[in-house]
Structure formats: C-alpha cells, structure tokens
C-alpha cells in the first residue's frame, strides 16, 4: 500500500501530493462544490471536489491528490479533487449520524450497534481515556518495583462471596468465574512482594443498577512489607494522580495529600448535618458517599476522598482490624465525586489469624491458605474498576457507556 | 515502619545502619557462626551471626545492622550480628528448599504447592519473563498508535470453532468463554485502527498436552489499512524483537527479515528431505513444524520462520484468501525453535465475502457481521501465547511451567 499520511498531519505536506485512508465521516454536497470528510485514527480531514462523489458516509476510501492550505478546514488543510478509491463499501447506514458533536441516540442504540456506534469520535474518546489510565496505573507501578501476573479466571470455589458467581461446566465438574484475583494477588506477594493485574472479574450481579456490570475491568495492586493501610492508600494516590494525568480534559485533580475522615467520624458528620442518623449502621449508603463527596470539595476543595476505618462486620474476611480499635478494621473505599472508585486495605498476614476468623470453614479455604502456612509479610492492596473510574471522569451517567460490549443482566450480546 | 534497604543494594551501605527484610531463605548453622541468607525482590543477602537464631526457613524477618563488606558474601556484603525481628511465622516447611540453585521437585510438586513454589529464584524469574514479554509488546504498539482494548469473556454463541468451548449459566440462559477476542478485535480496527488486547482465552481443550492449556493468556494484535498479511507479519517482527531483547539470557536473536517459506514449498522441502511425503495434506505436523525448525536454523541461522500460504482448508472462515491461489490463504505461523508461536494473517474485510463464505451460518454470526456491514478497511492481525512464549525461551518442557496456577483437564485447583 502506497504511504498513507496521517489526517492530523495534512498542514504538514501542503503544496505536496499525499495519500489518505480512512472512513467517509460525512459526506456534504452543495450547489457547485462538495465535501468528503475523512475520519481516521488521528483525526478528520476535508477533502473539496467539483462533482459530488457517489460514496455513502463510512465507507473506507483512499484519496490521493495535492494539500491545500485552508484555514477554515478541520484540519488547517484539505485536498482539492483528489483521486478517490473505494477500499470497501457499506451495506447497512449507521443507526444514527456518527458526524453530529453530540451522540444522537439512547444508551440501548449505542450498545446495540456498537461495532459502528464507537466509530462516533465522543464514544470512541471514552476508551482512549481508558486505555492511557490503563497505561498510566502500569507506568506508575512498574517504577515501584511490582510485578504484572496473570490469574485464573476459572476456580473450583466459590469462596469469596458466596453468591454473585456464575457457574460453568468444567470438564463435567462445577467450577466458577473469578469474583476477583483477590487470593492469587495475595499469595503473589509472598514471591513477588509487589504485583498487579489488569484483568476481567465476574459477578452475577442479580440487579440492574447504573454502576454495576456481569464483567468489569480490574486494575488490581497488593503490596508486602506495609506498616498498615496507610502505605497502601500512598500507593495508591500516586496510581490515581497518574491516571488523573493521563485522562485529559475533564480529568480531576488529585491533592499531594488527599484528605481522608474516618468511618465513625464520617458518620457522626452525617449524622449532625443531614436529616438523617446512620450512626450504628456498618456501612455508607450511596447518598452518604454523596454528601461526603460534596463535603470534601466544600471542605478541602478535593474531588477524593479517603473513607477509613470501616466496621469489619463488613469487610470482607480476609481484612486485618485496627489494632487499637478491633471492631474497626484497616480498610479503605476511595470515593471519587462521591462514588466509591476504589476499595482496599491491610490484609491478615498470619495463618493463625486466618484460622481464628474462618474457623470451620478453613478447609474451604485451604488452597488460599496455604500461602500463609509459608511465611507472608504484612501486606495490602487494592482494586480499581476501570469502568467506573472513566465513567466517573468523563461524567458519563452509566457504566454501561464505558465497556466496549458491556454484560449485564439483560445484555448478554453484541 | 523503618526505611527498609534492598537486599541488592545492601554493598552501597558498607559502613552504616541499614534495616533489610524479607524472607529467610536459608539457614546454616556451622560450629562457631551461622549463616542467614535473606531474600526479597531484588535478591538475596546473608547475615552473619555468633549465637544461631531460631527461626525456619521461610519465616519473613526484619534485619538492623551494620553492613559488612565481604566478596565472599552473594551481594559483596553482609550484616554482621544483626537484630533480628519475626515479622511472620511459618506453619509448614515448603515441599522442597527453595534455596537450591535447581528446583528439586517434579512438576506436580510445584503446580500443587505454586503459593511457596514459585519463591524459588529460577521458578520465579519465568514469570518476570513474562511480565518483561508483555510490557515490550505493548511498547512497540504503543508506539506504533495502537489501542489497548478490553472485550467480553462471556458470549453468546460458540462460535468461532463450535467445540472446545466452556458452557456457563448466565442468569439462567446458556453462555460461553470466549475463545480469543478475535471477533471483537476485528470490529474494534473500525473504531482504533489498530487494537491490541492482553488477557485470558479458555479452550475446554480434552487433550493431555504439554503445550495446552484451558487457560492462557493470549497477546492479540489487529491492524487495518495493510496491503495483505506481510504488513502484519512486520508489525509482528518488531515485536517479537522487543520481546526477546526483554527476555534477557537465553533469549533468541531476531533476525532484522525473518526467513518466511511457503507452505507448498516447505511440504516440498519435507517430502525431499525427511523419509515423509506430506504433500496434499492440509496442514503442518508437530514433527514437521520440528524439522522445518531445524532447517530453519541451518539455512538461515534464524531460530524463527514464518510459514505462509496455509490452504483455506485448514483456517478460519474469516481468512482472506491469496488473491493469486484462492486454495492458498493470505496466512501465516511464526515458528519459534520448531514450534508454532504465532498464528496471524489477513481478514476477510467487505460483507459480501463472509455472507458467501458463511452462507446459511451467517444467521449465526450476525453481530459479528454487524461491523462489516459499516465499512471495514484491510485488515489482519496475529495472537501469541503468553505461556508458549516463554516456555520456549527459557526451555521449559512443559507449558504448565510458565502459568503461575495452570488450568487444564485435570486440574482446577490451586
């Protein structure tokens, strides 16, 4: 194939003759001149011709002519009659107009055509910002000394949770998809020290709620040799304020030092400033996360905020408790504009302590514990919903906006 | 908790106060001093001490002393008479000891025992390998304008071979594990142009193998805007160059045009030089995959060699034929020291050539069209095995010793 020339770099060639290939964006023809609009990677381009060109909008052409200066083309620079070939045709018009600025079309029309829906470039913008945050969690982690691995997504228990799980037949066996990397990270940090994994995570989540999907995106971190949550939560500001980097326009910004309330404290500020008393209660209901979020921008001026201490009564059993405050454990959630975007914590190290909260259980659990029969260091992590933090970053209502091909309840194709 | 010294940096500090911790990795207790050898993530150290301290091996400490200079010692200096904190006991001795420079286990032993296993050194550092092989492909197509993309593991049909497919329950309706991403990668060149995807594909494969899994994690790449398959297989060099210059010792030398020979031609070769005659079959033979390996090196010096030309027998249904051949396809493998590595080629690209290749099936894989309907380039891509890869790097027989908790027939746990 003949050299092509990038759109976003036409102004750079102007007076030369180039080749371009892409998609025809948008086709316009008027009394004595007509417009291609070229779409590719990089950007759009336009292309001015005397006759008006049979193509119908997306179809893949190549245009070979000479660039010219116009600084009233979206790119600084157009070509003039150039020669055009069709590389593929199309057979079907797209579902709505893909060359509008905004998105013409409900959430279920974008998610049922959306092998052309994400052509739309503010579509396809979500999964650029999801991809450089991706990158940008790697880049800071890397520079930290930890190691990526890669789990099983098929396990023979379904210990974590117990419910929410899908079940699958394997090789006549009943086997589960993985909730979460949880153990396998864990038990990595006795070889590694310091891993993650970016990786899919399945819940059977049984309600249809904007936040939630069947498969999410899991941008996990644990880290051995912490004194307690505190070196995780450092860990993880540094992750979130290159992520935040990394997002572009609309991203937040992330304090050096993002302010963090304890869960009681939390509360008590609930309690004396909305109408309600959720004191006693062993969890943050999604409107309290709300209000905090609201709280700390008024207060801090910070679009984060750190929730610590939470009741263990609701962490998961693997969560170390605060050592000055039993019934409180050493856990984290990280509300992100009042949403909850990460959880993390301190984990029990010691196969005593795991023994002591499992009890008769253990032996379900006898696999994940045999890491801590072997000598683990006190160690912690994370886990953030990759989904969710674009969502949550680009203001997009539903988490299904920012999977590719989201699995919901319903949803179970394209 | 104190400033914490790697153990590898330990002969920067000769002279001062340094706190070291990880694991002790082994103990020896001679007549009139004892030795601990400490491990953490960047090596191992050894402490010297008058009296021997009480604790087994495994047992994760903290170390504060002075540092020694000492060539003998494994980092060229010690800590002399240290203090000694237990930062987490052990329960059990690990199956074998992990400070042997060979790992002195069968295969079984390790895979059932993986959480203190994979401690060992030389069993670790295959997975640093891989975790080096994964970063450098994505560094060549990060900079060649790539997208990382995240797609569904769960879907609706089995379709891409029809058997060799997990069967799930999703909310009571039948579902399947995705066997590659390949039908989501190709819809995705219409949004990117250029995809990349790292993650987990499942094959209910029924075989016993060494170089099978029902788990592995596969490195996919697709591209559009090619003139046919060679474009693929360059993009595919640079990166194959990547991952090899990541690898370190016993990593191979990637020959800057890697030899390529047809598949007629090297069914040729094989009837003329082996004692077979494989013309006219459809496709290769471990054995002759084997021979041509060795040819390979012989001729051209080149522990790789692209086979091409693979009849349309044998590939997928979405495989762009040879124009000039229309048995032969616009395919390729990358052979790696005798053994398929690489699977790529060109894609069927306009609508008309599935329906006709798909015929009465089409109703099967109409999501799938969906994205040639709208207008698709020329495109192709290839996928490498994770674990493949580095089993043939580091030469290790089986593939079960390259995934950190390998899933297959017979083995779900740990």
Chains 1, 2 share one sequence.
Not at 216 to 229: C, K, N, P, V
Not at 349 to 356: E, I, L, T, V
Request: proline share 8%; with cysteine; aromatic share 8%.
């Amino acid at each position: 194939m003949s050299t092509r020339t990038p759109v976003a770099c036409l102004r750079d060639h102007v007076g030369s003759t180039v080749s371009i290939a892409g998609w025809v964006h948008r086709r316009r023809v008027l009394k004595s001149v007509s417009f291609l609009v070229i779409r590719d990677r990089t950007g759009t381009a336009q292309a001015v011709f005397r006759e008006p060109p049979e193509v119908a909008e997306e179809t893949v052409v190549r245009l070979s002519g000479v660039v010219a200066a116009n600084p009233q083309a979206p790119s600084g620079a157009e070509l003039r009659d150039p020669a055009l070939e069709v590389l593929s045709t199309v057979e079907k018009r797209p579902p709505f107009p893909l060359y509008r600025p905004d998105v013409p079309a409900s959430l279920p029309v974008v998610l049922d055509n959306a092998a052309v829906a994400l052509r739309h470039p503010a579509l396809r913008h979500r999964f650029e910002v999801a991809a450089a945050s991706v990158a940008a969690f790697r880049r800071v982690l890397d520079r930290a000394g930890f190691t990526e691995i890669h789990t099983p997504k098929i396990v023979a228990t379904a210990t974590e949770s117990g419910s929410n799980v899908f079940r699958l037949d394997y090789f006549g066996r009943p086997a589960y998809l993985a909730q979460s990397p949880q153990f396998f990270k864990q038990a990595m940090v006795g070889v590694f020290e310091r891993v993650y994994e970016v990786g899919p995570v399945f819940r059977a989540e049984p309600h249809d709620t904007a936040r939630h999907l069947a498969q999410h995106t899991s941008l996990d971190a644990e880290l051995g040799f912490i004194a307690d949550h505190r070196d995780v939560m450092a860990v993880l500001r540094e992750v979130v304020a290159e992520m935040a980097g990394a997002a572009g326009p609309g991203a937040p910004e992330v304090p050096s030092d993002i302010p963090a309330v304890d869960f009681v404290a939390a509360q008590e500020l609930l309690a004396r400033h909305t109408g309600e008393d959720p004191r006693g209660e062993p969890d943050l209901a999604p409107a309290h996360e709300r209000w905090l979020g609201e709280w700390a921008a008024r207060e801090f001026g910070s679009e984060f905020l750190f929730v610590t201490g939470y009741p263990m009564a609701k962490r998961p059993f693997y969560t170390h408790p605060d050592p000055a405050r039993p019934g409180q454990s050493n856990s984290f959630d990280l509300l992100f504009r009042g949403m909850e975007l990460v959880t993390g914590g301190q984990r029990l190290h010691r196969h005593a302590d795991y023994s002591a909260v499992l009890g008769e259980a253990a032996g379900d659990y006898s696999d994940y514990l045999d890491a801590f029969a072997h000598g683990m260091p006190p160690h912690g992590g994370f886990a953030i919903g990759l989904e969710r933090w674009v969502a949550q970053v680009l203001r997009v209502g539903n988490i299904r906006g920012t999977a590719l091909f989201p699995r919901d309840l319903h949803r179970l194709r394209p």
